[in-house]
């Protein structure tokens, strides 16, 4: 694909820290670890792979950006990429079915763009407009679609086989790829994922080496955040209830669940 930039990939990978937010602690999958990753093997393959790409490079990468471009200038750029995936999301939220969150959706978009400088600031959520969740994998979900195996892909990291595909959609449907083609519109999106990819990995430096210093198997750790942050997206496409889990560690030998 020619919208599977290397900073499309990091963004991907990026976005499933951002759980890790609320707390390390992560949804027990224990007990059904061989039905649900049936090609575990490969999947640690991929998975190692993606670390020491982001050891040896995303890391080092992102600490240089975060170093040399000021705090203020950074936000205006995560800004801008923000509010250029608000028509996506738009789109996906309608073939959801979710009425009031296209129509949250399009207000941020005409606000920020119009009143926000063509984005720069998010004045959206200053008025009462939270961002909304939107993608073609969520859309598939709430068409009756499986998840399919759980898989580790190269440079995206955790997803499974419905959400792959759905995220082969969302690339190819971004503002950069609609209104350009050809060789400008593949380097539009290498620009615009790049700096979206490293700013969101700048932004999880701390949080993800916290991760990996606590996680007794980083897999199987980061494997339960990934479902977790994206069990959370599903329901809320699904229009349910986002209520509080029983959460565990992972390959912890504890056999008492831990309270959120």
Known sequence: MKACSLGSSIRVSALILCVALAGCATISDRGNRESDDPMEKLNRAVFDANTVLD???IKPLAETYRAIVPQFVRDRFRSVIDNLAEPRIFVNDLLQRRAAAAGITSARFFINTIVGLAGMFDLATQQ???KQTGDFGQTLYTWGVEDGPYVVLLFFGPSNVRDAFGLGVDLFTTPPALVVSGHAAATTNFAVGTVDGIDLRSRNIETLDEIKASAI???AHMKSI????????LREAGGQKNEPQELTDPGSSAEEPQKP
Do not use: L
């Open 217 to 219: 198997d980083y897999y």
């Open 226 to 233: 990934s479902r977790q942050y994206r069990q959370a997206q």
């Open 128 to 130: 009462g407009f939270a």
């Open 55 to 57: 050891d040896g490079f």
